[in-house]
């Protein structure tokens, strides 16, 4: 009777994820010793590349991670698989640890939001317009303007990024799935005094 009672216990599939859906929990980061080798997705690993490895998101899928000991935020791809520690929901490549500021710790606390999925295109998925009210040569000046701002809009981040082989450090507002959503916030900082443009990511 017992062994006709005993179960198998099966792994349950992970959960449905959406755009929108959040998590909250530690990031690492990887480089070096992994650099040109094959991810779980197939792709080769560039550390130079805004990317990172999480345990179930589907390969493809955009997330913005934002530390919450500085407020600092970065949009990655998700092309690989770990980290499989503790509480770590992300491991980093190397460039998204720059931007966050994760190198010195080694592990940070973060938040992350799911902004597209695999599939989505630029002009349809959520994050696809947005408003740059501000873009400089330095980091310092660039979190100045985004820590002003984020007093009354959340969702403002810094983009950094290259010109001319110029570093340059773009402060955007906001991920919007429609220009005229986009437009209506750029109004409204426009009236604030913010010489603002809206944009496509």
Known sequence: ???????????????????????????SWYGSPFHGRRTASGEVYDMSQLTAAHRTLPFGSWVVVENLLNRRTA?????????????????????AARVLGAIEPGVIPVRLRVIALPGSTPGTRRG???VQVASFTTEDRA????????????????????V??????????????????????A???????WQVIVLQE
């Open 1 to 27: 009777m017992a062994a006709g009672c005993a179960k198998v216990l099966v792994p349950l599939p992970p959960p449905p994820v959406s755009v929108g859906s959040e998590e909250t929990g530690e990031a």
């Open 75 to 95: 949009e990655v791809r998700i092309t690989d698989r770990g980290p499989f520690m503790g509480n770590r929901i992300l491991d980093l490549s190397n460039a």
């Open 128 to 130: 696809a317009f947005a």
């Open 143 to 162: 979190v100045a303007v985004k820590t002003e701002l984020e007093r009354t809009w959340a969702d403002t981040y810094v983009q950094p990024a290259e």
């Open 164 to 185: 001319g082989g110029q570093a340059v450090y773009r402060v955007r507002v906001g991920h919007y799935a429609t220009r005229a959503e986009a437009y209506r916030l």
């Open 187 to 193: 109004q409204r900082l426009a009236a604030l005094g």
